[in-house]
Structure formats: C-alpha cells, structure tokens
T-cell receptor, first 115, second 112 residues
C-alpha cells in the first residue's frame, strides 16, 4: 500500500542515452511534482502537474519532458543524457490546495547515474 | 525573491536539545514546513506552522517563527540517535499552486 512509488530506484546509463522514470501515487491527490536533488542535497522543483495539466515549469533544459497520462501518474523522460543530469529525482504529490496548507508526500527517489 | 537558507551541519550529543535555524525571503509565505530525510529515503513532513503563528509545539518538537525577521527554527528536545537525518526547511508561496521552496538542508548528527 505504498503511497508514492517510483521506478526504477536506481538507473545507471551512458551519456547520450534517453531514459524514463515513472511515478505513481495512490493517495487520490490532484497535484504531482518532480524534484531534482543534487549531490549536495539541494532540492529544486522541476515540474508540477495538476489534473494532467502542467502548472509549474521551472528553468529546466527541454531535454526533460514530463508526461501525465492521468492524475495518478507522472513520468519524466530525459533525452540525450548528460553527466550533469546525475542526481536523485524525487516525485511528490499533494492535494490541490490553493493558498493553503500543502503537505507534499514524497516517493523514495530514483538515483540516476550518467557515465 | 525566493530563497531559503539553512546552516548545513549540526552535531549534538544524545539527550541534548538540537536547534536548527532557517531564514526565508518571501514575506507572503502562507505555511512554513520542516521535512526530514533519512539516508536513502524521500522527504517526510515532520511539522509545519501557519504564518500567523509564533510557536507550535508537537511532543519533542517546537517550531518558532519570527515573521518580522523571517526566521524559523526547529527545536528537538532530548535528541536521539534516530533523529540523525537531514532536515529541510520549506516555505509555501502564496497563490497559484503553492510552490514549495526548500532550503539546502541541515545534516543533524547525534553522537553518544
């Protein structure tokens, strides 16, 4: 009965490859997020979707493309991987709560290593 | 601007109190949060405070908010080895879809 799950947990790949990370939540939340955590543990939001609609799109290279087939799923596809993409990617979800309390539930993370 | 700052490391002895500090810049924040990240895991909400409150207590945790100075602190009483983790301060921005801005995290090490 995992709340927010991500696959894979670890991903090791060569520079230039294309890869995807998947995220699913069974909490009935409307909003999902992708965060990137670098080696110094800085956590930065990348994207957010609300009911399959993109609502937050930070300054992220367009090699990164999120896709939300339904409100329970948010996938992240990365083209032409670069060394600097190595990080832990966290998915999170929350209830839609404009101007209000916004507890976000995080997945366990996907550690991406680009060689 | 959107910026949240925390000191990066804190080392305390088991049984002592820990105080983790955070400063933020956006005065329109609605809620402020403390998240805990244990090794190899995702972040988990520890506690939060609404921006019109000064203090919130929850068992061993005490959150203090000085809105004038934009300063937030988390005090953990009787710190245990299981409290060793990275603690992230985050501010929730007013409007839109409540983007959270996270600090860099404070690594708390508890030693015997």
């Amino acid at each position: 009965d995992t709340a927010v799950s991500q696959t894979p947990k670890y991903l090791v790949t060569q520079m230039g490859n294309d890869k995807s990370i998947k995220c699913e939540q069974n909490l009935g939340h409307d909003t999902m997020y992708w965060y990137k955590q670098d080696s110094k543990k800085f956590l930065k939001i990348m994207f957010s979707y609300n009911n399959k609609e993109l609502i937050i799109n930070e300054t992220v290279p367009n090699r990164f493309s999120p896709k939300s087939p339904d409100k329970a799923h948010l996938n992240l596809h990365i083209n032409s991987l670069e060394l600097g993409d190595s990080a832990v990617y966290f998915c999170a979800s929350s209830l839609k709560a404009p101007s209000s309390y916004n507890e976000q539930f995080f997945g366990p993370g996907t550690r991406l290593t680009v060689l | 601007g959107e910026d949240v700052e925390q000191s990066l490391f804190l080392s305390v002895r088991e049984g002592d109190s820990s105080v983790i500090n955070c400063t933020y810049t956006d005065s329109s924040s609605t809620y402020l949060y403390w998240y805990k990240q244990e090794p190899g895991a995702g972040l988990q909400l520890l506690t939060y405070i609404f921006s019109n409150m000064d203090m919130k207590q929850d068992q061993r945790l005490t959150v203090l908010l000085n809105k004038k100075d934009k300063h937030l602190s988390l005090r953990i009483a009787d710190t245990q080895t299981g409290d060793s983790a990275i603690y992230f301060c985050a501010e929730g921005l007013r409007g839109g879809y409540n983007k959270l801005i996270f600090g860099a995290g404070t690594r708390l090490a508890v030693h015997p």
